[in-house]
Every structure is written in C-alpha cells, then in structure tokens.
C-alpha cells in the first residue's frame, strides 16, 4: 500500500501549525476527512440538496436515493442480515441513549441488572444511570484489571441470569484495550442477555461485522472514521426494534395521525423523525466507500503498526507510564502520563510543535480514578499518521522532559 500517496488524500494534513507541519494525534476524538468525503457533501449540496422521503420532484427522488444507497452501503458495511437494521443518528451518544430510552424502558424493572464494565466512556455509563434511576434496575459494572484488560473471573460471577443488557465497549478509547466482543456476547446470550456494543473506536479501525459478533445493538459514529461530524448509526436486531415504542415523535416516524393518537412505521423510519442529517449521511456512504477501497484490514494492519511502534518508542520516555495492555493487539493509541507534567499542560506544549494530541480525562472519569491518574495524553492514530509523526512525538517528549524539570 502506498501510504503517502493514501495521506495526500487528506487536504487538511498539508499545513504547518505554530511554524511546524502539523502532526495530527487525535483521530480517536474525531478522525479528518478525505477529499472523496468533501466532494461527496460539496456535489450534494451543489447539485441534489432537497428534503429525503417527502417530495416527488427530482432532486428530492436523487436525495432520497442518494441517502436510502448510504444506508444499503452501511449494512454491507458493519455485515448486518437487512438495511432496516440500520437507523441514522447523531452518534454513538445518541444511539445509546435511544436504546435506553425504548428497549430500556420498555423491558427494565426493580431486580433487573444492567452490566457495563469499568471502562467505559461517559455515553455508554450515564444513560444506564438515567436508566435505572428511572426504572429501579441495578447497574452494576466488570472492573478493569491493572492491565487494562476486564477481569475475566468477574464476568463469570457477574453475568448471571439477572443481567438483562450488557452494554460494553468494543475498543477503549482511553486505554487501548480490545474486547473479546464475540466471546462476551455469547456468554451474555446464555444467560439470556440482550448486549449493546459501543463500536466508537473499532468501526473505520477493522472490519465488523453484526452477524459474526452477533451483538443486538451496535453504535458507532461516522466523525471517528471519515465521516462528517453529526452522522452515526444504531444498529438493531430487527426483531427488537420491531417491538420498540419510538423514542422521538414527528414527521416522516408515522404512518397516521389523527388529533386524537399516531400509529408508527416500521424500523428504521420509526426511530428517524423529523429531517435528517441528509448530507451527513451521504458523506458516511462516500467514506465507507474509500474506507473500503483501502481495505478494512490494511487499515487494521497498519494502525496496528503504528501503534506497536508508538508503544517500543515511547515506553522509552523516562517517566512515562501507559495505560492500558502493555503488549499484544492493542488499538490504535496511546494514553500515557509523564511524572513531571500535567496532560493538559503536555498537550499545550506538543501543540507548539504543531503536535495535535488530547489531554484529560477522555470522559472515562472512573477509570482515571481507578488508574490513580489526574488524566492522560492521549496520541491516537489512524492509517494517515506516520513512523516520521511518532518519531517527531518521541523527540517531543524528550524535550518536554527538560522543559518541565
Ligand atoms: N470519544 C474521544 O476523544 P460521540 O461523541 O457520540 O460521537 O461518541 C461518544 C463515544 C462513545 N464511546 C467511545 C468509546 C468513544 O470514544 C466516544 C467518543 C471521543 O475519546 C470524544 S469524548
């Protein structure tokens, strides 16, 4: 593969920051976007923008074509049995939230257990709290072990017949750490357990695939794989969502109103109201389009690569300490804390040096507690980074080093 060549397709890597070539370290928080993406949203917005699903004239007949094409193209893409399985939203926040506020409501109650592990981001840990606030379930959580892995002696204790969901992350984003997805959906299964896994930091990273994992619910959100921002998708089991109440009401989720009750469309129209996010949706289908010409796993090999790399160099830096699996696969970034800077002050540093990397706490606030950490810095990669970038990252720290002490 010739990875140069793939980087040039990225305008926005091709500028200096505070008088250095930018090194762009914060794909995990959203991803930059391909020349193929920004024609796609550019040629929608020139030629066919229109309301989808409404109209019978012929930009709104392309628009509607154009979006229901990105919807076939996102079932072929994360392998699920139809595309009604597929519902647009705004991201893996609003996904998850969706799935609360419906399977959730309608299928918990007092004696019921919501399982979640000890890792997860804000999102898929806050509306089970909602959750079970509002319906008397308990959420009870897998803890971490020290090497970033979940204790698997726990998810045998914990995973009893209580559990009605487990909802768990894919890839943490905040340590690296790679679930065994299919393992721990089939064990959820046995006991009866619906599962929702957060795919944030997996899909655009390697190939998934429902059917294989065989998840219920899935998330994920496009900015975090060359997508726009404000575009995402939940994938359902249709025969869950099939007997899910919608969560928001108005246009187009309807099949009639009268002033005195509605009667609702099928999935996914049922959970899409009001107007969607059309020209978002349009620029995810273009970028599984040049995410797939790549190949999902040369992406994974060579985000694997890279952070094998990140993790020999950097584990070097005097002072530093990971988080997260030490060795063997891992996803693609590192999270680390210096001993003598606070993330936030490293971050501001990197960024003169045109080095773009977050810093905090990654909305994984219980597992900074949990690692006894203030936050970490977090260097995350995608299949344009480079050897040269994390070289320049290496040499960074190095410096930081002397500028701190
Ligand atoms: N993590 C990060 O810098 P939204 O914001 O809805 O697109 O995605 C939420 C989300 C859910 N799960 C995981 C594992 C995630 O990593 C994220 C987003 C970003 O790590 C922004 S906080």
């Not at 250095?20 to 030629?47: C, E, F, G, T, W």
């Not at 519902?87 to 918990?108: D, K, P, Y």
Request: hydrophobic share 40%.
């Amino acid at each position: 593969m010739d990875w140069h060549r793939i980087r040039s397709d990225f305008p926005i890597l091709d500028q200096q920051v505070n008088g250095h070539p930018l090194v762009y370290l914060d794909s995990a928080a959203s991803s930059q976007k391909p020349r193929a993406v920004i024609n796609a949203l550019s040629h929608y917005y020139q030629h066919d923008n229109s309301n989808v699903h409404r109209a019978l004239h012929e930009l709104s007949s392309r628009a509607t074509d154009a979006f229901e094409a990105a919807r076939k193209k996102v079932a072929r893409f994360i392998g699920t049995a139809t595309e009604d399985e597929i519902i647009f939203t705004r991201g893996c926040t609003e996904g998850i939230n969706l799935v609360a506020n419906t399977w959730g409501v309608q299928n918990l109650r007092s004696g019921d257990v919501i399982l979640i592990t000890g890792m997860e981001h804000h999102s898929n840990l806050v509306p089970w709290q909602l959750l079970a606030q509002r319906t008397g379930a308990t959420l009870k959580h897998i803890p971490v072990l020290d090497d970033g892995t979940l204790d698997t002696a726990a998810v045998e204790m914990l995973l009893t017949e209580q559990v009605k969901l487990f909802a768990f992350v894919h890839i943490s984003n905040s340590l690296g750490t790679i679930n065994p997805a299919r393992e721990l959906c089939a064990k959820a299964k046995a006991v009866g357990a619906v599962t929702l896994l957060d795919g944030a930091q997996s899909t655009g990273h390697m190939p998934v695939n429902m059917l294989d994992i065989g998840c219920d619910f899935f998330v994920f959100s496009g900015h975090k794989m060359c997508a726009p921002t404000g575009i995402g998708v939940l994938y359902g089991r249709y025969a869950l969502l099939k007997a899910m109440p919608p969560w928001h009401g108005g246009g187009e989720m309807i099949a009639s109103v009268t002033l005195e009750g509605s009667t609702f469309k099928e999935p996914p129209h049922r959970f899409e109201a009001g107007t969607p996010d059309i020209a978002g949706v349009i620029g995810l289908g273009a970028a599984i389009d040049y995410l797939e010409a790549i190949g999902l796993e040369n992406i994974q090999r060579h985000d694997t690569n890279l952070s094998n790399y990140a993790m020999q160099c950097m584990s070097e830096v005097p002072g530093i300490r990971i988080l997260g699996p030490q060795s063997g696969h891992r996803g693609s970034l590192v999270a680390f804390h210096l001993d003598f800077a606070h993330p936030h002050d490293l971050v501001e540093y990197a960024n003169t040096y045109g080095i773009a990397m977050r810093g905090g706490n990654h909305c994984t606030q219980p597992l900074m507690k949990r690692f006894k950490v203030p936050g970490t810095t977090r260097a995350s990669f995608y299949f344009y980074n480079t050897i040269e970038e994390i070289n320049r990252l290496v040499e960074v720290l190095l410096a930081a080093r002397k500028f701190f002490t």
